[in-house]
C-alpha cells in the first residue's frame, strides 16, 4: 500500500498537466462548434474535399459533422491520441524508471514480494490514467452542455468518451510490455512518440480500406465512431482485441520483470 500511495501522490504533478492537455484541446476544438454548425453547408462542402482517408482517420462523418455528437467524435480523435501518449509514457516508465535510476536494488530488498510490488505501481499508473479520464469527462460534459446549449445524446457523448480509457489501456500495457526489454541507457520518450504515432498514421492506411479485421492493425481505428453514434453500442471484436492486448502487455511486464536480473546503480 505504501509504495502504491507513494507512486499515487508522485503522479499528482503529471494528473494536472495532462488532464490539462486534454481539456485544453477539447476546449480549442470545441469553440468552434457554433460557427461550424451555423455555416453547415460550406463547412460540409470543405470536409467533402478532404480524402476519405484523413476522414476516416480523424472519425469525421461528413452528415454528421455538424451535428453534436458528430462533432464531437472528431474533437474526442485528438484527445485520444493525446491520451495514447500519456498512457504510453506511463507504462514505460512505471517500472523501468527504478532501472533508469539505480534505485530498483532500494526497493526490491524490501520485504515485500516483488509481484506485490509490480501490481501496486502497475495500479497506481492506471489509476492516475482513470483520475485524468474522469476529470476530462467531467470538463468535457459541461463544455458540450455550453457550446450545444444542452442539445446532445448525453449516452452517445458517454460511449463516445469510454474509448479513451480503452485504448489508454493497450497503449499503457504495450509499453509495460516493451518497458521489460529496455536496458538502463535508454530514453522512454523516443520510444513512447513513435510507438503512438506510427499506430496513429498506420490508421490512415486502414481507415477506410482495412476491412473488419485489417483496422485491428491499429488501436485508434477500433472504436468507430459512426457505428456508435449509430447503434449506440460498441462492437464486440475490437473490445476482445483491446483485452487480449492489454492481457499480453501486462501479462509480459509481470513474467519478464517477476524473473529478471535487476541490477542496482554501480
Known sequence: MNIFLYELKAARKSIVIWTSSLIGIALLYLSFYRGIANDATACKAVMSSYPPAL????????????SPSGYYAMVVSFVVLCGAIQAMNLGLSILFKETQNGTVDFLYVKPISRLK??????????????ITDLIYFCAALGMMSIVTNNEFNVKVFVLLNVPLLFIQLIFFSL??????FLNRSRSILPISLST?????FLGTFVATDGGKYGRL???FKYFDSNFIIFNGRYETLPLVATAVLAAVGLGVAYFVYGRKDLQGRA
Request: no cysteine; net charge positive.
Open 117 to 130: 510490488i509490480i501490481s501496486s505501481k502497475l495500479s497506481a499508473a492506471l489509476i492516475t490514467v482513470a
Open 217 to 219: 492493425i491499429s488501436p
Open 196 to 200: 503512438v504515432f506510427g499506430f496513429y
Open 175 to 180: 509499453g509495460a510490455g516493451i518497458s521489460a
Open 55 to 66: 476522414r476516416a482517420l480523424l472519425g469525421v462523418s461528413v452528415d454528421l459533422l455538424t
